[in-house]
Structures are given as C-alpha cells and as structure tokens.
C-alpha cells in the first residue's frame, strides 16, 4: 500500500463533508478490520442474535441464520467502504450522483435517524451495563456515556480508529475468556442442536435481521476510509472492512443465541450476561460489563460522528456549509442532545423495540444501498466529478429522479412481504406464515431499475469534467482548511 503525508491539521478533526486532499491521506488499510469489528463486537449486537431463539426456533438453525444472514449483509456494507480511499468523501454525501443536490435529503434523513435511534439503545445498555456494576442511577450514566462519547466524536477520525484498535485487542481477551465460559460452562435445552426442528419463520426473521444489521453498517463506511491514500485497491478495503465486520458481528450474535437459549424465558442482556460472566468466575461479569460499556462508548461516538455529518450534509443542501470545526461542534451537539434525550425517555420492552427498528432499518437502506452500489461500481465505475457533488447547479442536478424512482419503487414492491412483529405483517408475508423475505424483492428491483434508467448517462462526459477539476479540487481542499 503506498503511503502518504500525515495531516497537517493537528488535534481536532476540521473536515467534514468536504474532499480530504491527497497530501492529508493518512493511515493503514489494516486499521479498518480492527474498527468494524469492534464496532460490531459490542452488546447492542448482542441482541440482534436473540430473534430466532425468542420466537420459538431452536438454536443450531438460529445460529445458521446468524452467520447466513452475516454472510450476505455484511457483503453491501464493505463495498460500500471501498468508495472512501477512491472518492476522498463520507459515504452519504455520495448519494448526490443518485439523487440530487436536494434529492439526497430523503435518504439522509432516515440516515439521521438511524444515527440517533441507534445511540438510544447503545446509551441505554451501557447506563444499564454501568448502573449494574458500580451503582448510581441509569440516566446520571446515560448523561455520562452521552458526553464521553461526545468529546470522542469531537476529537473525531484518529482518536476513533485508535480507541478501536485497543478495544479490538482488549475484547479478545476479555470476551475470549468469557465465550470458553459460556460454551463450557452452561447448559442448553434439549433439542438445541437437532437439524430436524427446522421451522422457517423464526430463522427467516433472524436472519432478516442480522442482515439489516449488517447492511445498516453501509452508511457509515467511506468516513472511516476517506483519509486512505487513493492507491489501496478495492479488493484490500473490502476484504479488511468485510472480515472485520463479518467476525465481530458473527461473533456477539452467536453469543446472544447462545445466552438466549441457556436463559430461556428469563434472559435479560444486562443481567444475563453478568449471570454467565459470574458463572465463570466469580465477578467475572462485572468486568465483561464494565468493558461492554467501553465497546457502546465507543460506537456511539461514530454514530455521534456519522450523525454530525449526515446533518451537515442536510443543512448544505439549503445553504453551503464551510467546513469549520464550529459547524461540527454544532451539528455533534445537536446530535447527542437528540440521543441523550431519547435515551433519557425511552421507557421499558428494549427487546422488541430494538428488533422492530433494526427491520425499519433494513427496510428503507436495502433500496438505498442498491442504488448506491449500482451506480458506483456499474453504472459510473467509480468515476465522479467531485467538484460538482457541491456544485448546487452542477451536473448531477438538484433532483436525482433516476435514484428517487428507483428507491421509492424497490420501497413499494417491498411492503407486501415486510413482517414487524405486532406492528404490521404485509399479505405476501402472512402466506409465507410471518416469514420477511423483503430483502430479496427491494434490491434486485431497485439496483436493476436503476440500471435500466440511467443508460443514457454520459460517464464519459463526467470523467472527462473530473479530471478538469483534479487540479481545482485539490487546491480549493487546502485554501478552505482552517489555520
């Protein structure tokens, strides 16, 4: 992998959606496998592995779910990470080619979201995690997290990838020993390991939702590739955001199937894990608490960051944004107030509210995702004019009709087949007996659609512009940098 010059800007991260400038790519390739997977080896995802167990599947197809589910999910979400070296851009502001200057605001919106529904479980577990452990009340640790995470985020790019190498290393250790325990150490229910109990409903709404889990990873990825060098290639960024990701996600959600079964009706995410830590040795899940605290601390500082982001890509569609760090401590401190305020609110049954908002997760980024990568890797090739992404009159238009069309139709055609628990079960649904196979209707209508309308694009015409404006693009990312 080529190297390149550290940023000049020291201490806090300045840039936000604007283009990195090539002599400010920095970093190694490999530091992106220890980042996603300790972004997903934290107990939020934990709970993402109870569906099947919690809805009467047995454990041997739960756990085929979870890595099935793993498998396909995470394939989106670490394409996606290959656009950052090559684009120098966060990920949704990536969405302007498909959708529009304007046109972008559908997506970013349920991106903004995300970010702030995520930080409220993440809160949550940890307040509950610290509460447990050393006491003090739940909301006075839900405030905490919220402000930790917040100087994190404010810190931003290098101090979150090196706070997720050393949690990386940390939770192998810790979780190491904690896994061995739980395999060894508990008893699980009869049955538990007989193909022959195969029923489809429960294992296709685990792995419904293991792959929303993984594929809701997709709007994050190019923030933390974008400062890389140009030169590492698609395939290294793929396979290190795709390994990474795919282990620690696999990894907590077998362990929540695992825990889910032993505990049976009686589990509980907090309490369940300081049983089994305790099961292995005394106070032992006190320590795998206190460090799980450490894992949320640290993803709700990307979502944090990510968040930050997404609403500064929102207001510069209304009116151009100078990237300083006035506008991000802005946009960081509207998004914690956001999370610390849902969190502060939030009341009890985390469990299902937690499985219902990762399936409306899967349900409005699978179009997202699959216009996103129709684009970049068929449709364009990777080539964009950058400059005009921030060009309000540019060539990519106010309104991306081709996206819009697409993603709303990929929407459409996936309502009969969603399953939300109790909240709504579409017709096609019902006849497969509650099973969501949602997924395989939204993205291959949705990337194919796109496809179809978009063959009239001039991808020649706009590479040509782009390497017009290299020059132009590189010396406006340095005059706009704060001294």
Do not use: C
């Not at 995802?45 to 454990?59: Q, R």
């Not at 509950?128 to 003090?136: E, Y």
């Not at 509980?268 to 006190?286: H, L, Y």
């Not at 299902?352 to 990568?373: E, G, M, S």
């Amino acid at each position: 992998m080529g190297t390149s010059a550290e940023p000049k800007v020291s201490g806090l991260e300045v840039r936000s959606i604007d283009y990195v400038p090539l002599d400010e790519r920095h970093g190694k390739l490999g530091h992106l496998g220890p980042l996603w997977f300790m972004s997903n080896a934290q107990i939020a995802t934990l709970a993402v592995g109870l569906i099947s167990i919690t809805s009467g599947g047995n454990l041997i197809w739960s756990l085929l779910a979870i890595v099935s589910g793993t498998v396909i999910g995470t394939f989106f979400m670490a394409f996606h990470s290959a656009q950052g070296p090559q684009l120098g851009l966060p990920q949704m502001i990536q969405s302007r080619p498909q959708f529009g200057y304007v046109g972008a605001l559908l997506v970013w919106l349920f991106a903004y979201v995300q970010y702030a529904g995520f930080n409220v479980f993440n809160s949550i577990l940890a307040a509950d995690s610290l509460h447990t452990t050393l006491h003090g009340g739940v909301k006075l640790w839900v405030i905490v997290v919220t402000v930790v995470a917040l100087v994190i985020a404010l810190v931003g790019y290098d101090v979150i990838h090196k706070a997720e190498r050393f949690l990386t290393y940390t939770f192998l250790l810790i979780f190491g020993v904690f896994t061995v325990g739980v395999l060894v150490t508990l008893h699980y229910p009869a049955g538990s390991f007989d193909l022959g109990a195969f029923r489809l409903t429960p294992f296709l709404a685990q792995f419904g939702v293991v792959a929303g889990y993984q594929i809701s990873w997709a709007i994050y990825v190019s923030d933390y590739s974008r400062y890389l060098p140009p030169d590492v290639t698609v395939r290294k960024t793929f396979y290190w955001t795709y390994f990474g990701s795919a282990l620690g996600g696999t990894w907590l959600m077998v362990l929540g199937s695992l825990l889910a079964a032993w505990a049976g009706k009686d589990f509980d995410t907090i309490r369940s894990i300081n049983a089994a830590g305790d099961e292995v040795f005394d106070g032992f899940g006190a320590v795998v608490l206190l460090f799980a605290a450490l894992g949320l601390v640290s993803v709700t500082a990307l979502n944090m960051y990510g968040g930050s982001l997404t609403l500064i890509s929102g207001i510069d569609s209304f009116k151009r944004v100078r990237p300083t760090l006035a506008v991000r401590l802005l946009t960081l401190g509207l998004t914690a107030a956001l999370s610390l305020v849902g969190a502060l609110a939030a009341t009890a049954n985390f469990l299902q509210n937690f499985n219902d908002f990762l399936l409306l997760v899967l349900y409005l980024f699978i179009p997202w995702t699959a216009v996103n990568l129709m684009d970049y890797y068929v449709v364009r090739r990777g080539h964009y004019a950058i400059a005009e992404i921030f060009n309000p009159h540019g060539i990519y238009g106010r309104w991306g009709w081709h996206g819009i069309i697409s993603y709303l139709v990929g929407f459409v055609v996936m309502i009969p087949f969603f399953s939300v628990g109790t909240l709504f079960v579409g017709p096609a649904a019902k006849a497969l007996g509650g099973a969501d196979i949602s997924l395989f209707i939204g993205l291959p209508v949705s990337a194919v659609l796109y496809w179809w309308l978009t063959r009239s694009i001039d991808v020649d015409a706009e590479t040509r512009l782009a390497q017009a404006e290299a020059a132009a693009l590189e010396q406006a990312a340095h005059e706009h940098r704060e001294p």
